[in-house]
């Protein structure tokens, strides 16, 4: 069962989609979530969670206390799982500001304006280096001053290839999950 780790609606069940999606954790992101919480990454920021699958990564932002967060997600079923967490959750704050756009993470990159304090891209084993590559690049306009990129890939997987305009500056392993931390050069 998928969780909210922590924050003020700690232990909420969500669902996840039966097939085409690789939930990341609790443990996982137990651990990613105490380390965003103590560098202050998570308060009032705008967080934007590609790939979402179930919403976990950003839902549990906005359980810790980030002030908007939206779930973009190119399959419809998980769309609709996304939609059902986000409303789980809202009701069990009281109020939240959550969207879900059924939608590619790159063509919402490229074509949005709104810009984001917290980023995560979580993508499925068979996005391609080249395509998390573009993805990267497109995304240095898309990100506030201080802003922090979060991706999350199977040990497999090489390191992104961190284009101009980002830099990566933590790397941690999970068992078979690496994380990468990068953040904006201006």
């Known amino acids: 069962m998928t969780r909210i780790v922590s924050g003020r609606a700690g232990s909420l069940a969500l669902k996840v989609p039966s097939a085409g999606t690789r939930p990341t954790s609790d443990r996982v992101r137990e651990a990613l979530f105490s380390a965003l919480e103590s560098r202050g990454y998570l308060e009032d920021a705008h ?24 779930l973009v997600e190119k399959a419809a079923p998980a769309a609709k799982i996304c939609t059902q967490n986000a409303k ?10 959550i969207r879900v756009v059924v939608r590619g993470a790159q063509p919402f990159v490229d074509e949005g304006s709104e810009d984001y304090d917290l980023v995560f891209i979580d993508p499925p084993y068979d996005y391609t280096e080249d395509e998390l590559t573009a993805l990267l690049a497109a995304l240095p306009r898309r990100l506030r001053e201080d802003a922090l990129v979060v ?25 078979e999950t ?9």
């Open 88 to 97: 789980a959750l809202t009701q069990a704050l009281g109020r939240a500001d």
């Open 178 to 186: 690496t994380v990468w931390w990068a953040e904006p050069m201006r």
């Open 47 to 70: 967080v934007l969670d590609l790939f979402a699958g179930s919403g976990a990564l950003a839902l549990e932002s906005i359980s810790r206390g980030a002030a908007s967060a939206v």
């Open 151 to 175: 991706v999350e890939r199977s040990t497999r997987s090489p390191e992104p290839t961190w284009p101009a305009g980002l830099e990566r500056f933590v790397q941690k392993k999970y068992g």
